[in-house]
């Protein structure tokens, strides 16, 4: 294990993430939010499926013995992908991240509704503070004069709604994946 190694890797990864965010904002302004979903997909699935190919490991990636549950889990994830480019496309980059971070308190809520976790009192806790939080991030969307605008086509509401949903559909994911998983 080489811990150098690992926290370089995370640096950079970090760093690609946040060039990818600036990218997605810069070119969803000037571009519908599907073409630049789709093509950050393709140019994604290239290094991935190429790393895969030289391991040896494609056709293990490929296989599956729940084709429906995994169908499933894609379907949530590129309508998370949509919901959260539509967001950084239409909201400043502080605040699409902020309630983009409320994905996991809605996957501790699904993990007890959908799977039957026991959640404990402080888990529920920390769920509401989460949320509370999230509702100082939207208090200068859900003004009154900002639903006003919203009405006559304010983009920085539905950028509110598109994060929320994908906060929501990312945890969706998760807790597919974790059912796939067992």
Known sequence: MNTGRGIAFKLISAALFAVMQALIRYLGARYPVGQVVFYRSVFAIIPVVLVYAWRG????VVRTERPLGQ????????????????AVARLPLVESNAIAFSSPLFTVALAALVLNERVRVYRWSAVVIGF?????????????AELTAALAGATSLVGVICAICGSVTNAGTAIQTRRLAE
């Open 57 to 60: 490991e494609l056709a293990a």
């Open 71 to 86: 169908a499933g889990r894609g379907v949530l994830s590129i309508a998370g992908m949509f919901f959260n480019f539509g």
């Open 132 to 144: 509370v939080g999230v509702l100082v991030v939207l208090s200068p969307h859900i003004s009154g």
